[in-house]
């Protein structure tokens, strides 16, 4: 189905209460064609998609919040752009914003005027090819607005004025695990070094991310309950226990790294409300989590991992750790205290 943005606009003005994703959803489009609706209202203009020209000047930004979501989960995170690396297939950036940004999937890019809790501010925003939001980046009030002006200019040059063309997603196949070698995947489960070694195993051996945690049973994974991760992060905040949290889609990851404090459900979502970070987790979009261990050569690596009724990981859980360390202690001790699933329940 196609709309016309006035008519798309229309449509909005009378729901004005649901959010663009919830919007969208609602009359059938994406949210980058809702985006470019706007175009014609002066609220919104396309850029073009170029990460090493975007992650040369992001530094003299000041402070910014970098927003990567995906169906059940948000994360939101102020601070620098501190340390940045441009690659030509992954990009990645370390410090206050850490991001790894997988940037041949970024395909459509504007930059939109929208009110922001009690400002009106010019927000950043890129999607994939779908139409799907994979990143967001917004001022704060102490950003340098000429710096983010002159970015902003710099992606307007060149950028196209073709009406978007978004790709439609097909349904979901959730077909069965394929004649894989199983028992040469727990092998070379068994025998990883580095944790970053299991994505090239899983593609070499056409595994998905979820049906490998089923397949390599409780030597490296277990079931646990619905509710552990609100467990694991009262947990953690009241111990203090640093963590680090993955939220990313086929765009980008978002990483935020830290102790948490002020944990609040509201609706549904399950939040994180600190000062430089927001996590919003769609709890009813959880359909299995995993404790789920890897061995490395400084030992075993052990995160809790959450996936949707598709087998989409949703996020995913780790103790802080830097490279060349082992795990931390009392992060694994949340772990072991995580209550299994019920089928799982000793009686």
Not at 27 to 51: C, H, M, N, W, Y
Not at 176 to 200: C, G, K, S, Y
Not at 270 to 290: V, Y
Not at 315 to 321: D, S
Request: glycine fraction near 6%; proline fraction near 4%.
């Amino acid at each position: 189905m196609t709309l016309e943005s006035g008519t798309i606009l229309s449509l909005r003005e009378q729901d004005k209460d649901l959010r663009d994703r919830e919007f969208v959803k609602s009359i059938g489009i994406s949210e980058a064609e809702l985006v470019e609706a706007f175009i014609p209202t002066g609220k919104a203009q396309r850029l073009k998609i170029d990460v090493p020209l975007l992650l040369k000047n992001a530094h003299k930004l000041g402070e910014v919040m970098a927003l990567t979501r995906n169906e059940y989960a948000v994360s939101e995170k102020k601070g620098h752009f501190q340390n940045v690396f441009p690659g030509s297939d992954v990009s990645m950036t370390l410090g206050q914003i850490d991001l790894r940004i997988f940037q041949n999937n970024w395909k459509f890019a504007f930059v939109r005027t929208m009110p922001v809790r009690d400002r009106i501010v010019d927000s950043l925003q890129f999607f994939d090819a779908y139409g799907e939001a994979v990143f967001k980046l917004y001022p704060e009030p102490t950003t340098d607005l000429d710096e983010w002006n002159k970015l902003v200019a710099l992606l307007k040059v060149d950028a196209t004025k073709e009406k978007l063309r978004v790709l439609r997603a097909t349904p979901y196949n959730n077909s069965p695990i394929h004649n894989a070698d199983i028992e040469e995947f727990r092998n070379r489960w068994r025998q990883m070094t580095d944790v970053h070694q299991l994505h090239d195993i899983l593609k070499e051996l056409k595994i998905g991310r979820h049906d490998a945690v089923k397949l390599v049973r409780s030597e490296f994974a277990n079931e646990v309950h619905g509710d552990s991760v609100e467990i694991l992060l009262q947990s953690a905040a009241e111990r203090k226990v640093p963590i680090m949290c993955f939220v990313g889609n086929k765009g980008c990851i978002q990483i935020f790294t830290g102790k948490i404090e002020k944990l609040k459900k509201i609706d549904g979502w399950f939040n994180i409300l600190d000062e430089k970070f927001h996590l919003h987790l769609l709890t009813s979009g959880i359909s299995r989590i995993w404790n789920v261990r890897k061995p490395t050569s400084d030992g075993y690596v052990s995160s809790l991992e959450v996936f949707d009724q598709n087998g989409e990981m949703i996020i995913q859980f780790f103790g802080k750790r830097s490279a060349g360390e082992q795990e931390r202690e009392d992060w694994r001790s949340l772990l072991s205290e995580l209550p299994p699933a019920p089928e799982m329940a000793v009686a």
